[in-house]
């Protein structure tokens, strides 16, 4: 199969790309490097160190021949878009180019402009590629599990639910009640999606993905593995991802105001896993098919609790710290999602939270010195409800 | 008060702005003049003439000495919207500046993105430019009926509504289902104008409008008012103003398909009043109010038999046809929209839709020559399973 990756050089991106490789799969990606940009911006860097574009190119083609092309270019040119698409005959387009941090869309004006510019019109490009150039192809589109919200407190179905209202029955979608620009993005992504899949009969997979952790494939032989980034600053690092950095230098883990807040979650390695199984299989009697995407849920505190004991045991005396929530958020509430077409198709947890934890703490500690060099993009500066006058403020290392 | 009216230059605009300065207040204005240019693009031309901007200052001046100000500017750029908002105090900003055409937006890729641009990207700047220099205003946005779509067949609330799940209740934005391009960017307004006043308490009113038709206003003397614009064409004209201008060149009245489409209709001088009550009567206990801002429901179908008859009357010998659909819709549906929420605040229909139709007739009539030079705008080139490959086929008099 043709596989065509959009954001391939990022955290899933790159890890995605290896597998579909290892899977005998060709694989196209494209990306245009923000993600390296705007962590920098934050003043921070890959806790793991990665290689440029072209040295991880060079070494797959070693590995696997020329099953792989790389193409340097922004989603938002309607030309390009058009151009891989066509290059490419994808049989799967894998869409995770999007601008993906929550605190990064609250920056400021600039930031939230830049998210839906980034996110929705790239979006929009795709979709008008595939209508024009390859409508058989399936759109599998990240989005997370943060578009729905966690407001009324119903169960989360997965994508539609069958509601009653003055007497009359119908299956609706849920409506959407996201807590953050970047969040709200997505939902107009999946609006979009869900329209032209209507409107045109193009066939899509649109994922509601839980917060991925975690640093290993199991599969591919670490001699030809090449490692994924893993950031831990305020904006791109991922809360366990984040708390297991702390816990690396000895840093209290951050937990937002009382730390009630769950979510689904799940490990890189499964989000591998289940994109995997989505290409395989491809929705087959709907054209738009939306899952969500994690093994389990916890609440933060649940998990900074289980980063210390873990830690505690390898002797790193792990603290843990209440500090000011920057989100508007409830910090206690009721959750539970429906997870269960992903199961129906096979998926299965590969290890327990408990064992990646483990994986992530030993993984980091030779990178130790990585992180405590960008140690104060950890502290939480960007805040909901008011805005950072500039991002000079933001990366005190900035000139 | 001081009302900041975007897109004066458009039909609503540009009477709502002459009725807020017959009620005394200041009015602050900016175009960007887009709506004469796609037009244009569509290769027609306002069946009322209109006067340029210039001199429909001068002549207001006149009137109501200098108790407007026009600015010309693109809300896209962040810093003409701050400027106009920090110029401006507005009591209230009513923003009509969005494209608001779903032809348009459906005719090919650069066309939606367009719209997801001048929409989407220019109402963010609103919110952002009252956030940090207005935060008290009163955001009166222009949404639309169609963002509700017609498809589960339930009544249609107002914004919200109380639904039941798997043994829990709550209230719940109604979700969305909307029919083209255009629709959609009205609903990622929606939810992003829904945001901003949950997150930093910003005080809005989402209108969700029905399909506006008609020439005058009641109580602005004739030798003072100046006429707003009126269209036609496929993609500007909305379907009832489109039956009279046709009626009135003899050509078949051009219902698609089976006409069974049944939707929210309302007098111009009914939106004007209507957006003026609202102007007056901001919200109380809430910060997001969506109100549905509609007279009476009918039909295609119903519209076009009532334009026959009063033509008829007035000896135009009317016919009707039934042509292909360019839409992806419904042609027969249940449709039943709750709007109490205006009626409470005061709302009275003007006159009787019957009227208002005959009103239209006497008005078009003088600029009958204006219609039929631009006649071929009329007929449907834009349908929503294919895409024109370019302007020049939409516009035959286009070099």
Redesign the interface.
């Known amino acids: 199969m043709n596989i065509l990756i959009l954001g391939i050089d990022g955290y899933i991106g790159w890890a995605l790309a290896q597998k579909q490789l290892y899977l005998g799969n060709k694989v196209f990606g494209i990306d245009n490097f923000s993600r390296r940009e705007t962590v920098k911006e934050m003043g921070s860097d890959s806790a793991i160190p990665i290689e440029t574009m072209n040295k991880r190119i060079s070494k797959i083609k070693e590995v696997y021949g020329n099953r792989i092309e790389f193409f340097e270019g922004d989603l938002t040119y ?1 030309t390009f878009a058009n151009d891989i698409v066509k290059k490419s005959c994808p049989d799967a387009i894998v869409h995770l180019a999007e601008q993906p941090s929550a605190p990064y869309s609250m920056i400021d ?2 930031h ?2 830049y998210t ?2 980034n996110n ?2 790239g979006n ?2 795709i979709i ?1 590629a595939m209508k ?1 150039f390859s409508p058989n192809s399936h759109l599998i589109k990240l989005g997370t599990m943060g578009e729905y919200g966690y ?5 989360i179905p997965e994508g539609f ?1 069958e ?4 007497g ?1 029955k ?10 953050s ?1 970047y969040h ?1 993005t997505k ?2 992504d999946s ?2 999606i869900m ?1 032209a899949c ?3 009969g193009l066939k899509s997979t649109d994922i509601m993905q839980g917060i991925v952790y975690g640093t290993r494939l199991k599969d591919i032989p670490s001699y030809i593995y090449q490692p994924t980034r893993f950031d831990f600053d305020e904006a791109f690092g991922t809360v366990l991802n984040r708390f297991c950095s702390e816990a690396v230098i000895g840093h209290d883990l951050t937990v937002h105001g009382a730390g009630g807040q769950t979510r689904g979650f799940l490990a890189l390695e499964d989000s591998i896993q289940c994109i995997s199984l989505l290409i395989e299989k491809p929705p087959e009697n709907e054209n738009y098919r939306v899952v969500n995407q994690f093994d389990e849920q916890y609440s933060v505190k649940d998990l900074a609790n289980k980063v210390k004991s873990i830690g505690d045991k390898k002797g790193l005396d792990v603290t843990i710290a209440n500090t000011e929530n920057p989100r ?1 958020e409830k910090e206690s509430h009721y959750y539970k999602a429906d997870h269960k077409k992903l199961r129906d198709l096979g998926f299965k947890a590969t290890r327990t939270i408990e064992e990646e934890i483990e994986y992530v703490l030993e993984d980091l500690h030779p990178h130790k010195d990585r992180i405590l060099k960008n140690k104060q993009a950890i502290i939480k500066k960007i805040k ?2 008011s ?1 950072v006058s500039s991002l000079i403020s933001l990366n005190p290392s900035t000139p």
């Open positions: 309607s004006q600039k939230c402009i839906h510019q929705v019109i929009l490009n008008y024009n407001d009324p407190g119903f169960v639910f509601i009653e209202y003055l009359r119908a299956t609706v979608p849920y409506p959407k009640m996201a807590g620009w709200w939902v107009h609006n979009n329209f209507k409107t045109w508007k909901w409800n805005q």
